[in-house]
C-alpha cells in the first residue's frame, strides 16, 4: 500500500530566506505531483514529475524527484508572502488514483 | 472553459439524510475522482472512475456511491449521512496524459448534523 509522508507540517520562514519541503512516499510511483491550496480553495497544480532526477522550476519554487530514494523535495527560495499556503505532494498509485502527503501550512513572515 | 463545476458549494444535512454532490467536468477527460479533506489527513480517495460506465472503490468508500454514464458528469451519492461525513469533498479530473496534473473543482463544504 502506498503511503506519503510530508515533513515539516508547519513552517513558518521570514521573508527571504530559503527552505525546503520533504515527500517521501513508501512504494513505487512513476509520478509525482505538487500542489498548492490557500484557505478555503482548490488545489492549484504546481509540478508534476515523471522521471528520477527530475526537475521543474517555476519562479522561486523548483520541485525535484529522486526514485530511488523516493523522495521529493519542494525548494522554496528567497521566499516572499504570496507564497503562503498549504504545499501537498501526491504519488500516483495505478490508473490516476493520487495518494496524498497530509499538507505543509507554509506562513512567511515579513 | 469552466474546467471542473462542483454543486453545491456549502450544504447542512441531519443524521441519516441523503444527498448528491454534483461534479461535472467539460474538458472531455476520461478520468475522474472524489476526495474528501479533514484537518491534518491530506485528501483521501473515495470513489474513482477511468472512463463512461467504469468505477471503482478509492480508499475510503463506505457510505458513499458513484456512477459514470457520461464522461463529463461523476455524481457522489451518500446514501443516509453520518457526523463522520462532514468534511470538504472534491471533485477532479484528468487525461492521464503524461505530464499532466488532476485538476480540481472548488469543493463541497459539507456539514452533518
Known amino acids: 500500500e502506498l503511503k506519503v509522508e510530508q515533513n515539516p507540517l508547519f513552517l513558518s520562514m521570514q521573508e527571504g530566506k530559503n527552505y525546503t519541503i520533504y515527500c517521501n512516499y513508501s512504494?513505487?510511483?512513476?509520478?509525482l505531483y505538487w500542489y498548492r491550496q490557500d484557505p478555503g480553495k482548490s488545489l492549484e497544480s504546481l509540478f508534476v514529475?515523471?522521471?528520477?532526477?527530475a526537475v521543474k522550476q517555476e519562479g522561486r519554487l523548483m520541485a525535484s524527484l529522486d526514485t530511488k530514494a523516493r523522495l521529493s523535495t519542494l525548494h522554496i527560495t528567497a521566499a516572499v508572502h504570496d507564497l503562503s499556503a498549504t504545499y501537498f505532494c501526491?504519488?500516483?498509485?495505478?490508473?490516476?488514483?493520487?495518494?496524498f502527503g497530509q499538507g505543509t501550512r507554509l506562513t512567511i513572515n515579513p | 472553459n469552466a474546467g471542473v463545476t462542483q454543486t453545491p458549494k456549502f450544504q447542512v444535512l441531519k443524521t441519516g439524510q441523503s444527498m448528491t454532490l454534483q461534479c461535472a467536468q467539460d474538458?472531455?477527460?476520461?478520468?475522474m475522482s472524489w476526495y474528501r479533506q479533514d484537518p491534518g489527513m491530506g485528501l483521501r480517495l473515495i470513489h474513482y472512475s477511468v472512463g463512461a460506465g467504469i468505477t471503482d472503490q478509492g480508499e475510503v468508500p463506505n457510505g458513499y456511491n458513484v456512477s459514470r454514464s457520461t464522461t463529463e458528469d461523476f455524481p457522489l451519492r451518500l446514501l443516509s449521512a453520518a457526523p463522520s461525513q462532514t468534511s470538504v469533498y472534491f471533485c477532479a479530473s484528468g487525461s492521464g496524459g503524461a505530464g499532466q496534473p488532476q485538476h480540481f473543482g472548488d469543493g463541497t463544504r459539507l456539514s452533518i448534523l
Open positions: 501526491a504519488a500516483k498509485q495505478g490508473a490516476q488514483k493520487l495518494v
Open positions: 514529475l515523471l522521471s528520477n532526477g
Open positions: 474538458m472531455n477527460h476520461e478520468y
Open positions: 512504494t513505487t510511483s512513476d509520478r
